[in-house]
């Protein structure tokens, strides 16, 4: 049973390009969370999506920043117009369902991206 | 609005000494707790949660942690620290309603000597 599979999981652009992040959750699970993580310091939260919604986008930068987890295929965080201070670890974590149990949720490996 | 803190960055322990990484919370509402342990360049692998039944809870790798209401407190231990037990761990506390989503402490890097 794989785990959550993120790809790529390293990323260079330059100053201006995109950069898109995929993420596939783990079998059986439909709820899909981003988070970034800057260098020594602790992940912090982005968004979160279920299939075809975004259910919470309060951590995400108002400008350049999109996900989207559609129907079929992967969750795509999508940066545009890249600036230096993209320079993070983006990881991706999925769920069960979580009807209030607060299933935990399992992360994966994660795409470090860097902006030259 | 739920925090979590972790008091120290950096832990060092020698191989066989017990291991202790502090963390305290805070919630207005019963809270939710894990700890994910962070190899270099990997991503998060849960050690253990609480949520809301026995106060002592065993996780993988020998590791457990205690809930501690009056204390607002959910440290991690472990009696004998092993090498491989090197690496960054979080607490982290999950909002209780809603979207679920994680706030994590800082973080605290575990160092173990030989």
């Known amino acids: 049973n794989a785990g959550v599979m993120q790809n790529p999981r390293h990323l260079v652009r330059r100053r201006g390009q995109e950069a898109r992040l995929r993420c596939s959750p783990m079998k059986g699970h439909s709820h899909v969370y981003w988070y970034r993580q800057l260098p020594e310091e602790g992940l912090k939260f982005m968004v979160y999506l279920q299939k075809e919604n975004i259910i919470d986008e309060s951590g995400m930068p108002k400008e350049r920043f999109s996900a989207e987890f559609p129907k079929e295929g992967p969750s795509i965080l999508r940066i545009q117009q890249v600036v230096r201070g993209d320079s993070a670890a983006y990881f991706c974590?999925?769920?069960?369902?979580?009807?209030?149990?607060?299933?935990?949720?399992?992360f994966g490996d994660g795409t470090r991206l860097s902006i030259l | 609005a739920q925090s979590v803190t972790q008091l120290d960055s950096h832990v060092s322990v020698s191989e066989g000494t017990p291991v202790l990484l502090r963390c305290n919370y805070s919630s207005s509402y019963s809270p939710s707790l894990f700890w994910y342990v962070q190899h270099p360049n990997k991503g998060l692998q849960l050690l253990l949660k609480y949520t809301s039944a026995a106060t002592l809870v065993k996780g993988i790798n020998g590791f457990e942690a205690e809930f501690k209401k009056s204390e607002t407190s959910f440290h991690l231990t472990k009696p004998s620290a092993h090498m491989s037990d090197a690496a960054e761990y979080f607490c982290v506390v999950s909002t209780t309603s809603g979207t679920y989503k994680y706030i994590f402490g800082t973080g605290t890097r575990l160092k173990v000597l030989a």
């Open positions: 974590a999925s769920s069960t369902d979580l009807s209030g149990l607060n299933q935990p949720q399992h």
